[in-house]
């Protein structure tokens, strides 16, 4: 390099330094994440420690956080060298929102194994670029090539990086969701890459086995059927579904109509008819039951709910019920502006809390007199059942996952 070439560039924009020394403290923190979790995952499998949990979850936050800020470098700063920080950007993102698909997926230790190594293959695929770039295992400002055209190369990426979000958003919202979802139920429900799947774990005491199984309330009449019939003779079912002796709630609740535009059932239709014809089946036949032996209804009333659930439910039965898309969107964005959080707490509290509640005094009377309880309901519930069945000095014998929903049926 001539003299007056490195006196050019030493002399490089402000910006651009400080551009350079956000990278290589990116690059630094992404490989100290990544060190860090490799470690962890190791400890927790080989001997079962877990003392790195809360050092790993600080260092990961922190990264992800400072991804937005270097993808907007890598838009608005040319110099900076995109295809060693581009796959680590997105790497961070895409770990930050869950991992999907593979958050709560039965393999979930070794797959968490599995993306910590390619986190650590990222960061030193990055720092060789680097290397082989500048002979060092960091930027400097100098190591940057001179971009002319500035303003266009600007503007030419701010449109690619427009119309990718205009693109990604919908998909990265879709992701949230799907990850907020398998939080919730804490893995009943979990989504493959071919559809939506929920599970079902069995639980033991001494000769008292519980299974729980996650439902939705639509899905494939064949998941449906397959699941009815797979219940043990002698079983007692815990079933679902909240009762309006009073006529409380105006107009009906149903999923029937959105099932049906989808292509699917309404789990309600098909268990109903389901327990009728078992309910035929007893009254006709003098020999053992071929499936549940009885049918307890564990869930409330609508009295029993506030005014404001009841209220909150009837405007959600309307949305169900719209004529069009248009419709519900319009009804929804009515209810964002009359429900306060102190309302959203009480509905929560009414519809999961106290039914949670109801359910599990269910449970213990129906334990009193049955060896086996089947209880199909809403996933959402599941977390807080296996917590009261450990407490009860049940453990886990097995789970298995059973496909609700296949993608290519709604299309």
């Known amino acids: 390099m001539t003299d007056a070439n490195t ?13 350079v020394f956000f990278a290589n403290l990116y690059l630094f923190s992404f490989g100290l994440d990544a060190a860090i979790s490799t470690l962890d995952e190791m400890l927790r499998s080989l001997i079962g420690v877990t003392s790195l949990g809360d050092l790993r979850n600080i260092v990961a936050i922190v990264v992800f956080l400072a991804s937005p800020l270097m993808l907007l470098l890598l838009i608005f700063v040319p110099h900076l060298p995109k295809r060693i920080f581009l796959p680590l950007v997105i790497f961070a993102l895409w770990a930050g929102i869950g991992a999907p698909p593979f958050t709560f997926a039965p393999e979930a230790r070794l797959m968490n194994f ?21 002979g ?6 100098a190591d940057l090539p001179t971009k002319t055209h500035l303003l266009r190369r600007t503007l030419i990426a701010l449109g690619v990086t427009t119309v990718a979000f205009a693109i990604l ?11 907020t979802l398998e939080k919730q139920t804490g893995g009943y429900i979990h989504f493959t890459a071919k559809g939506i799947d929920v599970m079902q774990a069995e639980f033991a005491r001494s000769d008292k086995t519980v299974r729980l199984v996650g439902m939705i309330h639509i899905g494939e009449a064949k998941f449906y059927r397959d699941l009815f019939a797979s219940f043990p003779p002698g079983a007692v079912v815990l079933a679902e579904g ?7 709630l105006s107009g009906k609740f149903s999923y029937n109509r959105v099932a049906k535009v989808l292509g ?41 709910f506030s005014d404001v659930t009841i209220r909150f439910l009837t405007e959600i039965g309307e949305i169900y019920s719209s004529d069009s898309i248009w419709q519900a969107f319009r009804r929804i964005g009515a209810m964002n502006d009359h429900y306060t959080e102190k309302d959203v707490n009480t509905v929560y509290a009414d519809i999961i809390d106290k039914r949670n509640a109801k359910l599990i005094a269910s449970l213990d009377k129906a334990l009193a007199t049955h060896n ?18 450990i407490d009860r000095g049940f453990s886990i014998r097995e789970r298995e996952t059973r496909n609700a929903i296949e993608y290519s049926s709604l299309f």
């Open 264 to 304: 699917l059932e309404e789990q309600s239709g098909i268990q109903a008819a389901w327990m009728k014809a078992e309910a035929e089946k007893s009254a006709t036949s003098d020999s053992a039951p071929q499936v549940a032996d009885a049918v307890m209804h564990a869930d409330i009333d609508v009295s029993e």
């Open 242 to 248: 909240v009762s309006d002796r009073e006529g409380r």
């Open 114 to 134: 599995l993306t910590v190594v390619l986190q650590l293959a990222l960061f030193v695929a990055a720092v060789s670029g680097v290397l082989r770039q500048t």
């Open 136 to 141: 060092r295992r960091y930027l400097q400002a």
């Open 7 to 19: 006196d050019a560039f030493s002399r490089r924009n402000p910006l651009l330094v400080a551009s």
């Open 169 to 179: 958003l919908p998909v990265i919202g879709a992701l949230l969701l799907t990850v």
């Open 372 to 389: 086996t309880i089947i209880i199909p309901w809403g996933a959402e519930h599941m977390p807080t059942l296996e917590k009261a069945l």
